[in-house]
């Protein structure tokens, strides 16, 4: 199929922010703050067993998001969704201080998380790691984490909407401490991959297990080749045009087989596609 462009959903959170990030919109004086937009697949349903593997998310942070964690695949699926949540964030801009939540500072075991989750003390256990530009994580599905304040991230993630909140600081949301902690993992977090440059101008970021993500910085032009995944591609910088079409910041598009691409010096893009192991050529000049 050609490349689709994808459709925009702004999604409305209290520690979301009215001044997003060049390519959106900010938020009229009086509206709602922004947290998140989504990327979605025109007429496909989110998170259905037939839909798009992977969602695109920006998140716009000006407060701690809750401390959460969601299901892998088997514990989803027993839940009655498609599919479990690994996710990984492409940092775009940190002020100063700003930081992620990522594993505790020890290992704990789940009867020691619920206890902390339930008299506060969870916020100190929490290995609180300094963000700054251009940082890139991946969060394996039963990672507990929590997103701070000061942050614009695009976040790839497994295509479902499923939560275990554990923790809140106190906001008048719903929890999940059941269903939570029987999927947490309370451990220090240790990257298992590093990312490095596989040809000129292309880094790898990830090589899954559910999700590889790439990021360009080269011009180039000819055919995209999906090699039977489906490719998201989401501009940060930089011009380019997919299927004829513009290829610009605060948009995602959607590749399957063969399409014309043609990408501009300057451009900055991220490519992500489902599973693991890099395709070896997506450019045929």
Do not use: C
């Not at 690994?86 to 939540?101: Q, Y």
Request: glycine letters at 12%; hydrophobic letters at 40%.
């Amino acid at each position: 199929m050609p490349a689709t462009r994808l459709t925009t959903k702004r999604v409305e959170k209290p520690w979301g922010r009215r001044d997003l990030w060049p390519g959106f919109e900010d938020v009229p004086e009086g509206g709602a703050p922004i947290g998140e937009v989504w990327f979605e697949v025109p007429g496909e349903k989110d998170g259905s067993s037939d839909g798009p593997e992977l969602l695109i998310k920006y998140l716009f942070t000006s407060e701690k998001l809750s401390i959460q964690v969601h299901p892998d695949d088997a514990a989803a699926q027993a839940a009655g969704y498609a599919r479990g949540k690994d996710e990984a964030w492409v940092i775009l801009a940190a002020e100063p201080h700003a930081s992620i939540a990522l594993g505790t500072l020890q290992v704990m075991t789940r009867d020691e998380l619920r206890k902390a989750a339930e008299d506060g003390s969870i916020e100190e256990l929490m290995d609180w790691k300094a963000m700054k530009k251009d940082d890139f994580y991946y969060s394996p599905a039963g990672t507990v984490h929590a997103i701070g304040p000061g942050l614009t991230v695009v976040e790839i993630q497994q295509n479902v909407d499923l939560t275990y909140r554990i923790y809140d600081y106190g906001r008048p949301r719903e929890l999940h401490l059941d269903a939570g902690i029987a999927v947490s993992e309370p451990i220090p977090y240790v990257a298992t991959f590093r990312p490095h440059e596989i040809a000129p101008g292309r880094e790898l970021l990830s090589d899954g297990p559910k999700i590889v993500i790439e990021r360009w910085k080269n011009g180039a032009s000819g055919t995209l080749r999906s090699d039977g995944r489906p490719l998201w591609l989401v501009p940060l910088a930089g011009k380019g045009r997919i299927g004829g079409e513009a290829l610009e910041p605060g948009g995602a598009w959607l590749a399957d087989g063969e399409t014309p691409i043609a990408l501009e010096e300057g451009i900055d893009l991220l490519v992500a596609y489902p599973g693991s192991g890099a395709i070896g050529t997506l450019i045929a000049v």
